[in-house]
Structures are given as C-alpha cells and as structure tokens.
C-alpha cells in the first residue's frame, strides 16, 4: 500500500518513513502544502498523513482540496495543534483520525492499520485473480490453496498487480507505486523482481498469470477467462 506524508521536519518525516518502509509500505514525502497537492492530485495513495503547519500552503487548505477531488482517500492529521477548535476543524474538513505531536510511532503504526482495515472493508477484503488470491490486512497470499511465501517487495508488487488486473502497469507506474517516487525505474531492479514473483505464482503451472508486454510493461491476467 502507498502512503502520502506531508511533514515540514526532515527529522520527523525521516523517522516516520522509515517505520513505515519497515511495516512495508511505499512512503513519498512532500515538506509543503505545494508539493503535497502535486503529489495527491496523480499518486493514488491508499493513505495520507498530513501535518497542518506547512510552508506555501496550509494543511487544512490541503486537507480541503485533496478531499473534495478524492472524498475516500483516508486522511489522518498529524500535528502539534493542540487546540479542541483545531481537531473540529480538521474534522469537519474532512480527516478520517487526528494524532498530537508528540506521539509515540506505535500508536501513529496502529491509527494507520485501523483506517487502512476500514477502507479495506469497505472495498473489498481480498483480491483475486483466477486461483490466486490476495489478502491486503492479513498480508496473506495463496494460488489455488498453496501459501506464497513472497518477500516484503514482492508482496507489495503483487498487491499492485493485483489491484491493476487486466491492465498493463510500466515500470515507472510500478516504481512509484512500490518502491516511491524518486526510485530509477530505469534499473534492472524491477525485472529482477518480476522474474522473482513469477516464478512463485506461475512456476510448474500450465496456467500463467504475470504476463510481459514487450517495451511497456507486464500485466496480471487471467487469460482462460477472457478467452
């Protein structure tokens, strides 16, 4: 799942990043309200974590904006407002939770899982295609009953194929989407992973799924029931 972080303090922004990557997510960071609005208005995020005290443009004008263009994308503030009119606010603008700096990254970890599991219920718990099926919250998955055992990356590259089946995902879509948007998709570090992840789901399989399309990208498909 891709995360969005609009945080000003190099520091913070670091350090939440970080324990984000190693709960296996792709984290981009935007330090102002400018940057923050650039990267929601294309990024498809599964999640933002929105300071309010930001440079160019406020968060509750960025709060405002994202959620009129995306009235479900969930949005959790983080911020050192203290005030009872400030969390009224925020939530009446439209953010989903409201977290006060200082915090302790366990509860920011657990406020994130829990808006993730919500928005999750309310679309749809697994994904599947053909025999392969997918489970986003438990971190699970299986083709026809057998458990994967996938890497962190692995699994967040076929969460990504998953969720765009049938569809031809580029290397730079998937770049940004797994690994975040500053990662070279010009390396061979994409392919490597490819040719990991097949030959865990299609391996000794007479029915293949992860397809390459040759000079753009690969696809998850289902080819026997489009057929």
Same mark, same amino acid.
């Given at each position: ?16 990043? @970080? $324990?984000?990557?190693? =709960?296996? +997510? ?17 990024? $498809? ?5 929105? =300071? &309010? ?15 009129? @263009? ?26 989903? =939770? ?6 302790? +990254? ?12 919500? /928005? %999750?219920? /309310? ?10 099926? &997918? ?6 998955? %299986? ?32 770049? /940004?989407?797994? %690994? ?5 998709? +010009? ?8 040719? +990991? ?17 040759? $000079? ?5 498909? =289902? /080819?026997?029931?489009?057929?």
């Amino acid at each position: 799942m891709r995360i969005l972080l609009v945080e000003d303090e190099h520091k913070v922004a670091q350090f939440i990043k @970080k $324990g984000l990557q190693q =709960d296996h +997510f792709a984290v981009d960071l935007a330090s102002d309200g400018e940057e923050a609005l650039y990267l929601a208005e294309g990024g $498809g995020y599964d999640l933002i974590i929105l =300071d &309010l005290m930001l440079p160019k443009v406020s968060g509750f004008s960025v709060l405002s904006t994202v959620r009129k @263009k995306n009235p479900n994308v969930p949005i959790l503030i983080l911020t050192a407002k203290t005030s009872v009119e400030d969390r009224v606010r925020g939530l009446e603008i439209g953010s989903d =939770d409201y977290l006060i700096k200082p915090f302790a +990254f366990a509860e920011l970890r657990a406020r994130v899982k829990a808006l993730l599991r919500r /928005e %999750w219920r /309310e679309l749809k718990l697994q994904l599947q295609v053909a025999d392969l099926v &997918l489970d986003p919250v438990k971190r699970k998955a %299986w083709r026809a009953e057998c458990d994967l055992d996938l890497s962190n990356k692995e699994f967040m590259l076929l969460e990504y194929l998953m969720r765009n089946a049938n569809q031809v995902v580029t290397r730079t879509m998937i770049a /940004e989407h797994v %690994w975040d948007a500053s990662f070279d998709s +010009f390396t061979n570090v994409i392919d490597v992973y490819i040719s +990991f992840l097949r030959n865990k789901i299609d391996k000794d399989r007479t029915a293949k799924l992860l397809h390459s399309v040759r $000079g753009v990208g690969y696809m998850l498909k =289902d /080819e026997a029931a489009s057929a």
